[in-house]
């Protein structure tokens, strides 16, 4: 009996886990695919007391899990974005899962791991390696979306041992494997994408999982060549955006370097240089110089100009080109001559973020391009946000040279005197109100009287009006008789002293 039950059990090894949360001996077990292999017999601290040690022993027939690429893991209830596993460890409690592996090689001391792994191994589709600077919001879960459609998901992650990177592997489901070529580009498609162009202000998101626990796109952009899908574990960049993963590649680079006067608060790495608003490049790097000669620190602003976004914009072969440094440098004197210059300007107010700009100025000092200097050296202008501190700088100063307090005082002085004024002004009034009011008013009233009595005295048929009218015709009489006495004494002036003659004398006035 007792060779018999020696025969019949399984081999006994060790998982190590950092806890043993809800791990019983003697209870908890271990499955495989929903199917008990074996079970917990011990628990123990490890000498160093950093991890837990699990002593457990599997069935006969399972003597082959142990092999060195199998894999352990506690199951407990999780909820991850919009997964929840695990939820039946409510009743039953906490059991280790196991993953066999394909090696040959034995193995009976093994490490568990925190996290459930995704297992991939009998699923149709392939798996992807993909190389990122950092790991943002995504978790082993994250799904991969095609067109917003969930084809996949991210089953494991680990940092580079150089510490730059992360490797994160994806898992995508046949049959949209098919759509991945070398030509795709992944990016990360967690939160919002928030955009402010001449349409309008646009906003993008992903699915509601893809916002709590993260999640990548994939797209071959438009332009390039069809080629037959990627093999298995090829690798790929993961792109911080999806705007960066489909812009096309800068195959011509020239570096140059610029100085400015300004402060550099709010430019950053990889902020835009532009020509009249069209992206020709970016910042690569900024730094910071002493010049013995001067006894001052220098700033220098290394950027980078890609001379392929200049022809992709082209129309008809006015766009000049250089197909060799020589020609580089010879098109690049040719602008600086005709007054190209870099300048610093503020891309937002709200943000204070800065550009650089290469435009073409008027009236500015012949300068060269420094091309001992590496990168050569691209002359620059003062920027605009410089001109107005230096102006808000001088009225600053002008304010601060003004006798303020000598002000202050004459102002509270006429203020005082204005006060005192308003109120003899108010005392006027009052007294404009209370005594020269009423007289105005008799006074008003009399001329109303008057002039009512006046307008009767001249009505038509008054009595003054018909006396009028008669001394007016009495006063017409005389004055046409006093004419015909002038008439007649024109004719006749010895009639002043003769008389009038009786005979021959006109019967001057005879119908009066």
């Not at 080109?321 to 602008?335: G, V, Y």
């Amino acid at each position: 009996m007792v060779v018999k039950t020696m025969q019949n059990e399984g081999p006994t090894f060790i998982i190590r886990f950092n806890n043993a949360e809800g791990i019983e001996p003697g209870k908890t077990k271990i499955r495989f695919k929903d199917v008990d292999v074996g079970i917990v017999k011990t628990a123990e601290v490890s000498s160093d007391r950093k991890q837990v040690v699990l002593t457990a022993k599997l069935v006969k027939d399972a003597d082959d899990y142990l092999v060195s690429d199998s894999r352990f893991w506690v199951v407990r209830p999780h909820i991850s974005g919009g997964n929840v596993s695990g939820l039946s460890t409510l009743l039953s409690g906490a059991y280790i899962g196991v993953d066999v592996g394909k090696s040959t090689k034995r193995q009976s001391e093994f490490t568990g791991l925190e996290v459930p792994p995704v297992l991939t191994d009998n699923l149709p589709g392939r798996q992807f390696v993909l190389h990122s600077s950092e790991m943002g919001s995504l978790d082993v879960g994250a799904a991969v979306t095609f067109r917003r459609i969930p084809v996949g998901q991210v089953v494991a992650y680990s940092l580079d041992p150089d510490g730059k990177n992360v490797t994160l592997k994806i898992f995508i489901n046949a049959p949209y494997d098919r759509f991945v070529n070398d030509n795709t580009k992944f990016w990360h498609s967690s939160g919002f994408d928030l955009a402010l162009d001449a349409n309008g202000i646009r906003l993008e998101s992903q699915s509601l999982a893809s916002l709590i626990q993260g999640g990548l796109s994939f797209q071959t952009p438009v332009g390039f060549p069809s080629s037959s899908p990627s093999e298995k574990d090829h690798t790929f960049t993961l792109y911080l955006n999806r705007e960066q993963a489909m812009r096309l590649p800068d195959q011509e680079t020239h570096s140059y370097t610029v100085y400015f006067k300004d402060s550099l608060r709010g430019l950053s790495l990889g902020a835009p240089v532009d020509i009249h608003g069209i992206i020709v490049g970016e910042v690569v790097g900024i730094g910071i110089e002493y010049s013995k000669v001067d006894a001052a620190f220098l700033f220098p602003v290394e950027i980078n100009i890609y001379p392929d976004r200049i022809r992709s914009r082209a129309r008809g072969d006015q766009i000049p080109t250089a197909s060799s440094d020589s020609e580089n440098r010879i098109l690049t004197e040719k602008l600086v001559d005709a007054g190209m210059r870099a300048q610093l300007r503020t891309s937002s107010l709200l943000t204070g973020q800065l550009y650089i700009s290469l435009d073409f100025y008027h009236n500015v000092h012949k300068e060269f391009v420094n091309w001992k200097h590496s990168p050569p050296t691209i002359p620059t202008i003062d920027g605009d946000l410089g001109a107005i501190q230096e102006s808000l700088g001088s009225i600053l100063r002008k304010i601060d040279k003004m006798p303020l307090n000598q002000l202050s005082t004459e102002l509270l002085a006429a203020a005082q005197q204005l006060t005192h004024t308003l109120k003899d002004t108010d005392g006027l009034i009052e007294r404009i109100d209370t005594e020269v009011t009423p007289e105005v008013r008799s006074t008003l009233m009399e001329a109303h009287a008057a002039l009512s009595s006046a307008d009767k005295v001249l009505q038509e048929q008054s009595p003054l009006q018909f006396d009028l009218r008669e001394a007016l015709k009495q006063v017409t009489k005389s004055a046409k008789a006093i004419g015909d006495l002038a008439d007649y004494l024109d004719r006749h002036p010895d009639s002043l002293i003769r008389g009038k003659a009786q005979s021959n004398a006109p019967k001057v006035g005879a119908d009066r």
